[in-house]
């Protein structure tokens, strides 16, 4: 594959996979040039000299790259031995599939009776490694009590069902009035990896924060924190409400946007692809695409993306997300938000993520090794995770949410009850 000269934009023409035969014109950067781009120049936008926060948001390490640096291997998290392990995959329809487990629609007419038994069995099994938080929802309690819960909730599969148009994935009524309740009693933020003004399209809530890109697009609140302060654009929201907005990845943009014309151009004949703008990344939707044309979306994807060095590609639910290199995620988003609100590093204080997909794996994470809240995974499938809890749906999200302010309320009349005694 070719790419361009000079730093000049050129298109060229590129062979995509030996099999389609097809070629596309395109546009391209090349590696070489990068030295003349006003976007490529600068060292990694996040360094912990610039930031001047903590070691957790340290610029991003080629060494932790998922990619080699030719950029056709990736790593992909597999269970061996009931561990998540990286292994290398050097097929893309691998990484695809093994990274987009299909959504289960259950048809009992056409799976047999065994079959049921066996993803039950498998479910059942799982489920003792990852209780519902439902069911242990006393224990959640008894954890929670004298303590502020900070609630931070992905969109898609958590919210909202996964549903084949992402355009249509409308988050019910009652699930925002659960949401807006929630909200009225925990400090809430919403976390998701679409665009943070789409996100807030479908909630439609304002007494929350919410973070698109994958985190790299906080608006939260203007808070007295000199570390997070100097890195945050002082703004007013949509209410005219003073907020902060912190955008570690914006001098990305350019660069987003150009891949973003790049990918409709070579994915347009491949019927079903979507390609979404989600500001600081971009999404390639394959779950419209024929089976048999995965594999191609993926050498397109891939092959595209071997000219832009500082973005990489991860997977989500038949989605390949096409993101800028920074050592930045939903995890180090969930620590932003709570230095923000003034909650961090404090024992009073039980953070709760809930999420469904690998992406919520880095909030999971973080949570989990700082041993301060936890993650709740949404997933009808058994999985391996670093969340604690599971629920299986976006019902049983709704279900616990509305739980955790039928408690906060109970708890605080009984507090009123033994003031006036
Ligand atoms: O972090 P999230 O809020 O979960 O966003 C992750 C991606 O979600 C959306 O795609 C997923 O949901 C779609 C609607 O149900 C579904 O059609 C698609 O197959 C899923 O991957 C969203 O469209 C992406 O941009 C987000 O990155």
Redesign the pocket.
Known sequence: MECWRSGVLVRRAVRFSATSKLTFVIKLMDLKSSHSSPVLTDPAPLSKSRLGLPSNMAPYSPAASPYSSSGLYLTIPRIINGKLEDVRANSWLDAMIASSPPRKKLNKDLISVTQLDDHDAAYQTWMMSYPSALNSFHLITSLAKCKTIALFL?????L???????D??FMSSSMRAAVNEAANYFPTAI????SRNK?HEFVRLSDLYYAGS?GMDIMGPVRVSKSVENYCIQTTDSQGKEVHLFQPASEFLPMINEVYESLIEITNDIIGVKV?N?KF?V?V?Y?NVDKKMWDEVGVRVFGLLKCFSRLHVTH????L?VRPVIDWN?GKAVEFLLESLGLSQRDDVLPIYV???R??EDAFKVLRESNCGFGILVSNVSKETNALYSLRDPSEVQEFLKSLVRWKKSTELQTEAIATK
């Open positions: 992905d969109y898609d599969g958590t909202s069902p996964i549903v084949d148009n992402p249509h994935a976390i998701s990896g679409r996100v994958h979404e989600n990344c999404s939707h779950r989500g639910r038949k989605v997300e939903k999420g469904d997909d992406t919520d």
